[in-house]
């Protein structure tokens, strides 16, 4: 009896040991080393071909994540419900392809298998294969085993995840899971990266131990190849051997690649300009004969400069002699498109993306409406393709409340941004679906109608007889006023939620004075449908703290406010100028010269712009009349308004945190409220408008949501579904 146990113990755990071997650390032994190999995708020229199809294959793709409101990245929180409903989505919306950057969790790829094996037409799918944060913006060069030897296991365990034999356990950026649906005959390609650390790959292409030229079985590198892309080659041909030998097959591969490293070499100025110090270029990195399937470049798209032509390098000029005849100037990037056409050998497809963000980054381009984000993207799908470019990638299906912008990063809790909506960072809204706070219904739609609004609500009464309620989700806080003829008076409303600092008195721009009956930080003047907006004391203004020098030379601590100033401006934002060549050299030679420049300001990277100005219109998703950034909206004698968190100094208002007094702590410093306090006056009244609280409770770590497509997928539906 003991040696038939100890035998079934021996055999169950040869079998564990097996399991472990084959689906963990990716083992096979190849018995069919002569069978043949298939590719359901290839190239030709600078064409995707999809089977034995003689016509070109375009991608409409859109990227997708496990991304849900309320959860952090990593906990992959979307289920297997979920991404049935998303994929069903995205295919109603005409698109073939998915993307996703990362190895997701099981659930994903069961769905996928499921969506796919019960459609008429199925979508393909990139598999990408990133690099942790960790080793992309590391202290060591890509050639360390935190870079290349992890990327090259992934991309093993990529290949196992989508052939469906694989079990992942956790790891940095990735989920874990028991991998057993094959969903390779749907794989288009792998892509590697979805950014690169431009100091990583410079030090890298510094590093003088490195080898220079690669040669392996199915990649090869050309002789004036970089470091990094020597090391992006072995990757590949790794990954390619690897599924090869395996499971006798190939998919299509990419790398990721953008403006700000892309071959291009510029005059010193320009390039110093643009913090462009390396460069990445596709055509180094050449596929050998062995290669069935193919190679394509992809690009992450976004308007770095205008008039980028005229600051190229001579010998780039050179070099690209007989394209730049072809180029056109006036077109899309100021012939970027068209350019990296010429230049290619080979497929190129595009990432691209538009935020309907409140917020906006660069001071020329405009805060867009989900209307104008689905017709720019269909306008850049559209000029990709004329380009001659193998189509793209939408980039994102849903709205991220996890990312973070470079002018808002400052102001919230990382990560615990997740668990709020924030209107003002462009990257949290970049999707072409929205989550939108509450259950079923949002808490409060700007439209101009009350229905939603009850007595619980009410704040106060302003002795003028004006009505003041307020509420809040996980977007803002909301007010109705009400009162007769509202929409023809000016009213004030002070705002208090740093106790500590503030102002009683508010001075008008023409010096009118209004009173309070304690500090405020804002000051809200609701003053028709084009001057209603949001005023900020001066010690209360986190944009000021933060971008005062690099908007005019000035230093926030050293030319502070002065204590209970009765100065208010209207909110600002830090955005970037837009860059000109000409004018900065001209200013840098004035300055160096000794002079003056006719224009200092222009010296400076970053302006500021009004955001506190409220945008008027209808916020509700099922009017016509449907305004995505509506702040405010007057009905009959009645207003609704919408302020973002943000824009009240919140830093995580899931745990009622705000930005504390920022020249005690010499930046920002979250401290915790449990209300804020409102008031409600008319303009000139002769009284101290009072103040009332409005109690906060936050929301903790739940936040109902509930899923909207935006208008932009209509848009782009019935671009994408044309002639269907």
Avoid at 65 to 89: C, E, K, M, P
Wanted: hydrophobic share 35%.
């Amino acid at each position: 009896m003991k040696k038939f146990v100890a035998i079934c113990t021996a055999v169950v755990l040869v079998m564990l040991g097996v399991c472990y071997a084959v689906f963990v650390k990716g083992f096979y032994i190849d018995f069919n080393g002569s069978s043949q190999v298939r590719a359901d995708f290839t190239t030709a020229g600078q064409e995707i071909r999809k089977g034995d199809s003689k016509e070109a294959f375009l991608l409409k793709g859109v990227d997708v994540s496990a991304s849900v409101a309320g959860h952090y990245l990593g906990d992959f929180a979307a289920d297997g419900d979920t991404y049935l409903r998303w994929l069903g989505n995205i295919k109603d919306m005409g698109a073939n392809t998915v993307r996703v950057y990362t190895i997701m969790d099981d659930d994903f790829y069961n769905a996928f298998y499921e969506f796919n094996s019960n459609a008429k037409s199925p979508l393909y799918l990139i598999q990408g294969i990133r690099v942790s944060e960790a080793a992309n913006y590391g202290m060591e060069d890509a050639s360390g085993k935190d870079f290349l030897g992890q990327l090259k296991e992934d991309a093993k365990k990529a290949v196992d995840v989508v052939h469906g034999k694989s079990v992942a356990s956790l790891n940095e950026g990735q989920a874990n899971g028991v991998y057993l649906k094959d969903v390779s005959k749907w794989t288009l390609g792998y892509q590697i990266g979805d950014e690169w650390s431009g100091e990583t790959v410079a030090y890298t292409d510094h590093n003088p131990r490195l080898e220079h030229v690669y040669q392996g079985r199915y990649f090869t590198t050309a002789q004036d190849a970089s470091n990094f892309e020597c090391i992006l080659a072995q990757v590949m041909d790794q990954l390619v051997r690897y599924e090869t030998d395996k499971y006798k097959c190939q998919r299509l591969v990419t790398f990721i690649c953008d403006p700000s490293m892309d071959f291009l070499e510029y005059e010193e100025e320009y390039a110093k300009m643009l913090s462009k110090f390396c460069h990445i270029d596709p055509e180094h990195i050449q596929p050998t004969d062995k290669l069935k399937s193919g190679y394509f470049a992809t690009y992450k798209l976004f308007r770095f400069c205008d008039g980028f032509l005229k600051y190229l390098s001579a010998g780039q000029k050179q070099e690209l002699m007989d394209i730049m005849d072809s180029v056109s100037p006036a077109s899309r990037y100021d012939g970027y498109l068209e350019l990296l056409k010429q230049y290619h050998t080979m497929p190129i497809a595009a990432g691209f993306q538009y935020s309907t963000s409140r917020g906006r980054l660069k001071a020329d381009e405009p805060a867009l409406t989900e209307e104008q984000q689905g017709r720019n993207l269909v306008k850049m799908y559209d000029d990709l393709v004329s380009a001659g470019w193998s189509g793209g990638f939408i980039s994102t299906w849903q709205d991220a409340w996890e990312q973070k912008s470079w002018n808002t990063a400052f102001a919230s809790v990382l990560p615990q941004n997740s668990l709020w909506h924030d209107l003002q960072t462009a990257g949290q809204n970049y999707g072409i679906m929205a989550f939108v706070p509450g259950e079923e219904d949002a808490v409060c739609l700007v439209d101009g109608d009350a229905s939603e609004w009850s007595k619980e609500d009410e704040v106060l009464e302003s002795p003028e007889g004006y009505l003041l309620s307020a509420k809040y989700d996980a977007e803002g806080i909301y007010l109705l006023i009400q009162g007769s003829g509202i929409s023809g008076r000016s009213l004030y409303a002070p705002i208090d939620t740093l106790q500590e600092r503030g102002a009683a008195v508010y001075s008008d721009e023409e010096g009118k004075e209004e009173s309070f009956d304690r500090d405020a930080d804002f000051v809200l003047c609701v003053d028709g449908t084009e001057n209603s907006r949001l005023l900020v004391n001066g010690f209360s203004d986190g944009a000021r703290i933060n971008f005062m020098e690099e908007a005019d030379g000035r230093n926030p601590f050293i030319d502070t406010p002065e204590h209970d100033a009765s100065t208010f401006y209207v909110s600002r934002m830090a955005v970037e100028k837009p860059l000109n060549l000409e004018d900065k050299i001209e200013l840098q030679r004035q300055a160096a010269a000794g002079f003056v420049p006719s224009n200092i300001m222009d010296i400076y990277p970053l302006e500021f712009y009004d955001t506190g100005r409220l945008v008027p219109g209808n916020g509700n998703p099922e009017s016509p009349e449907y305004h995505s950034l509506a702040d405010i909206c007057f009905g009959k004698d009645m207003v609704e308004i919408r302020l973002p968190w943000l824009m009240l100094n919140f830093s995580n208002p899931s745990a009622r945190k705000i930005h504390g007094d920022y020249y005690s702590y010499y930046g920002v410093q979250s401290q915790d409220i449990a209300r804020l306090w409102i008031g409600l006056g008319e303009k000139g009244s002769s009284h101290r408008i009072s103040m009332e609280p409005v109690p906060l409770e936050g929301w903790g770590e739940g936040v109902p949501c509930h899923e909207r497509l935006k208008k932009s997928y209509y848009i782009i539906q019935d671009k994408w579904r044309e002639g269907k």
